[in-house]
T-cell receptor
Framework: DTGVSQDPRHKITKRGQNVTFRCDPI?????LYWYRQTLGQGPEFLTY????????KSRLLSDRFSAERPKGSFSTLEIQRTEQGDSAMYLC?????????????FGPGTRLTVT | GNSVTQMEGPVTLSEEAFLTINCTYT??????LFWYVQYPGEGLQLLLK?????DKGSNKGFEATYRKETTSFHLEKGSVQVSDSAVYFC??????????????FGTGTQLKVEL
């Protein structure tokens, strides 16, 4: 079963450091999404790719955040100059091009702790 | 904009009790509606879905009916088990903008089932 995978699963970093997370979607899924989930809340949309093109970004995605999907396969999410408020679970999801029910498949998430 | 409101938890039930978790929504267009479940230490899993009014989604004994007139998608199960203990998220996606279909989630409802 090759679901969505994310790496690392956990990351502890000091405030001000840069971090990068990776997401590998289900193969042949051309759509990829990033969400952020803070404790006790539902996931919030950050950004969306169709193939290698980043088509939508949330206002939650400040200038310190950047996401890429260079070859339309895996994606990376980088946070520069981390702040304590960045502590959250970062979730990746993917979906196929033909998707009449708009279903998304989620990875296990990367839990970021900024100390 | 889109929003989802679901009942606050935690909800504590005895095994074999009847479960209802309320969910109401506000959306533009004609949303698809979802229930996702998050077991402790795991990622989000799609539990069930409904793509148009009066559709009933069902899976693992859980059911939810898309009620357009009341903008609701309440989750029900006739007899819960200890293994159903998890956090349940109601979510929606509306007609895609820019080709994408970002999910809007509720805040989640924690369910704890006791023997």
């Amino acid at each position: 079963d090759t679901g969505v995978s994310q790496d690392p699963r956990h990351k502890i970093t000091k405030r001000g450091q840069n971090v990068t997370f990776r997401c590998d979607p289900i193969s042949e899924h051309n759509r990829l999404y990033w969400y952020r989930q803070t404790l006790g809340q539902g996931p919030e949309f950050l950004t969306y790719f169709q193939n290698e093109a980043q088509l939508e970004k949330s206002r939650l995605l400040s200038d310190r955040f950047s996401a890429e999907r260079p070859k339309g396969s895996f994606s990376t999410l980088e946070i520069q100059r981390t702040e304590q408020g960045d502590s959250a679970m970062y979730l990746c999801a993917s979906s196929p091009r033909v998707n009449p029910s708009y279903e998304q498949y989620f990875g296990p998430g990367t839990r970021l702790t900024v100390t | 904009g889109n929003s989802v409101t679901q009942m606050e938890g935690p909800v504590t039930l005895s095994e074999e009790a009847f479960l209802t978790i309320n969910c109401t929504y506000t959306a533009t267009g004609y949303p698809s509606l979802f229930w996702y479940v998050q077991y402790p230490g795991e990622g989000l899993q799609l539990l069930l879905k409904a793509t148009k009014a009066d559709d009933k989604g069902s899976n693992k004994g859980f059911e939810a009916t898309y009620r357009k007139e009341t903008t609701s998608f309440h989750l029900e199960k006739g007899s819960v088990q200890v293994s159903d203990s998890a956090v349940y998220f109601c979510a929606l996606t509306s007609s895609p903008s820019g080709g994408g279909n970002k999910l809007t989630f509720g805040t989640g409802t924690q369910l704890k089932v006791e023997l």
